[in-house]
């Protein structure tokens, strides 16, 4: 019903701007028309006349004596160019003359101009037979006067005739303007009495029910949701009205639902915080912390930071990229120190992003492990392992010496058995004392004592070196050692005596690992020129996803491991790697290519 109104309305207000349209495009088209007709003809008339006039005395002074000894007579040319151009114009004249006395007039036109042109002819025929002191001559001659300003007042009456008319098109023109524009007026009055009248009408059923409506939107908005509107009609508003109850009805019965379930899971996450025995943060916007457990509080007002975060902890905030989903440190010598009633405690970081179920992040949190007693055993562990190896090196080199005396013979001659026994036990002190070594310089790394003089070294250098200290070797074993390095290669922040080591365990096992008689390629390249990467690239059976993930792992040994190492060689080449803020890693295939790489920092001035 309600669009039937409007349908109505609006359908009466387009029919009659529609009809206006129509009638007003005619107009415009017709009145167009008469006006460049009429135009166009008398334009064409008013250059006809012009040129008579022009023509008549362009012939008159080429034709008279001016300052020549004699009038050109014998040339008859600018006659016939201009007869021939009073024959072609003057159709013209005939076509568009309109009244019987403007016809008359340009009957006589035609007949002056060619008694005019006749005139000449004579002259002409006169001057070839007796010359120009022919009587005829000067008896004709004063014709010509007479004919040409005939010719010229009969073409200013045909000018004054066409721009009568002129002007009375131009008339014409204003009155059927004048018309246009009271019939638009009318029509624009109408359109406007017709919408006055709609707007009326319907202004009353339509305008204050969405008023009515807005309004109560609006406190719905502000939590009102006892808003109820009375359903007055059975059109299409009506219909709304019913429709925006019952949403109101749904929507006090959801956020009383919502309520109750924002309660119970605000309790739940207080319940989850309270049992959570790390310090928690939960960070807003601009990492202001909104929320902390009350580990985090203990934290807090033990270091007495008044509510905020640790100092400690900002550099990490900012390291932390909001897009990552989780941000964490898991070697123990990275953990954070604090003193807490004159205690030290370590703490590892772990921020995450907030992200609620439409995907976008709500804020981060930040969490730090307690490691004080993992931190504390790693301590001890070290320390073990370094006493114990020490001690039991200092009387393995005392036995290492006697068996070497043993096997030179020095304090006497040996049975074959004998010395193969002795040369055995030798092996296996040499084996034991490396395996000690192996374990004393792991402890030392792990425990920060191992000092790094890093300096910048040419990358081709480092693969050079590597290469040159196991090409016999290789060749041995019928592997060829290849070198890939670019020349452009800049040069890395490095130990000298330390980062050989890498290469050593990374050759060691490429040779142990390798097809037979095939290639190993020592690899130097750019990497987003922040570091070069340096690997070394063998075919063989490859590592599994599993033995990839714990290869650098201590005292690991793959299935099938050749030789007799302690599994330590590529575990101390990641402290090493790791001790100059690098990387390390392996890609690898089974039965394929296998990469062990480090990634060393470029060399900055």
């Known amino acids: 019903m309600l669009r039937l109104k409007l349908t109505l309305g609006l359908l009466a207000t387009l029919i009659i701007l529609f009809l206006v349209g129509i009638y007003g495009v005619w107009l415009f088209n017709d009145l167009g028309r008469a006006v460049d007709k009429v135009l166009r003809d008398n334009y064409d008339s008013i250059k006809v006349c012009h040129y008579m006039r022009t023509a008549t005395a362009r012939v008159n002074t080429y034709y008279s004596r ?59 025929e006169y ?58 007026v009318i029509a624009m009055i109408s359109a406007v009495i017709v919408f006055v ?21 609006r406190e719905l908005r502000s939590r009102d949701f006892a808003q ?24 006090r019965n959801f956020y009383r639902e919502t309520d109750r379930k924002f309660i119970e899971l605000n309790q739940v996450i207080r319940a989850m915080m309270t049992t959570l025995p790390y310090p928690l943060f939960i960070l807003g916007e601009h990492d ?34 909001v897009t990552e989903p989780e941000y964490r440190l898991d070697d123990l010598k990275q953990a954070l120190l604090f003193r807490i009633d004159e205690q030290e405690a370590f703490f590892l970081p772990r921020i995450f992003p907030i992200v609620l179920e439409d995907g976008t992040v709500f804020g981060r949190a930040l969490m730090l492990v307690d490691v004080t007693k993992f931190r504390w055993l790693d301590e001890m562990k070290s320390d073990l392992l370094s006493t114990l190896s020490h001690e039991i090196r200092t009387p393995l080199t005392a036995i290492r010496l006697v068996l ?14 004998q010395e193969e026994l002795v040369t055995t036990a030798r092996n296996d002190c040499e ?8 374990i004393l310089d792991l ?26 200290n196991f090409h016999d070797q290789a060749a041995a074993l019928s592997h060829p050692l290849r070198v890939d390095v670019p020349e452009t290669l800049p040069s890395v922040y490095a130990d000298p005596e330390r980062i050989p080591l890498v290469f050593s365990n990374f050759l060691s096992n490429a040779l142990k690992y390798s097809d037979r008689d095939s290639e190993i390629v020592l690899q130097a390249r750019n990497l987003r020129s922040e570091f070069v990467r340096f690997s070394v690239i063998n075919s063989g059976p490859g590592l599994s996803e599993e033995e990839q993930a714990r290869v650098f792992d201590k005292f690991y040994r793959a299935p099938g491991h050749k030789g007799d190492g302690a599994g330590l060689g590529l575990s101390i080449a990641r402290q090493v790697v790791q001790a100059h803020d690098g990387r390390i890693g392996v890609i690898s295939e089974s039965e394929k290519k296998t990469e062990f790489y480090c990634d060393l920092p470029v060399a900055r001035e």
Do not use: W
């Open 288 to 321: 202001e912390v909104s929320r902390m457990n009350p580990a985090a509080e203990r934290l807090a007002n033990s270091l007495r930071t008044n509510g905020a975060m640790p100092n400690q902890v900002r550099k990490h905030l900012a390291a932390a990229s």
């Open 197 to 217: 009248l709609t707007y009326g009408r319907l202004g009353h059923s339509i305008i204050t029910p969405i008023q009515n409506l807005t309004r109560s939107i």
């Open 66 to 124: 001016g300052e020549r000894p004699y009038p050109p007579l014998d040339q008859p040319g600018t006659l016939n160019q201009v007869e021939e151009q009073f024959r072609a114009r003057l159709p013209t004249l005939e076509m568009n003359a309109k009244t019987q006395e403007e016809r008359n007039l340009v009957t006589q036109l035609g007949a002056t101009c060619a008694e005019y042109i006749h005139v000449y002819r004579e002259i002409f």
């Open 443 to 468: 402890a030392r790394m792990e425990s920060g004592k191992s000092q790094l003089n890093l300096q910048p070294i040419p990358a081709a250098r480092v693969i050079e070196e590597s290469y040159q």
């Open 404 to 417: 070497h005396l043993l096997l030179e013979k020095s304090v006497g001659g040996l049975s074959a058995a």
């Open 431 to 438: 084996r034991l004392l490396k395996t000690l070594n192996s």
């Open 127 to 184: 001057f070839k037979e007796g010359g120009l002191t022919d009587r005829r001559i000067a008896a004709v001659r004063p014709q010509i006067p007479n004919l040409t300003l005939t010719i010229t007042n009969v073409s200013e009456k045909i000018l004054e005739h066409n721009e009568q008319q002129m002007f009375m098109a131009n008339r014409a023109a204003e009155q059927k303007s004048r018309d246009s524009i009271r019939l638009l």
């Open 228 to 251: 109820s509107l009375p359903v007055e009609t059975d059109d299409e508003l009506g219909a709304l009205t019913r429709e925006f109850n019952t949403m109101a009805e749904e929507l």
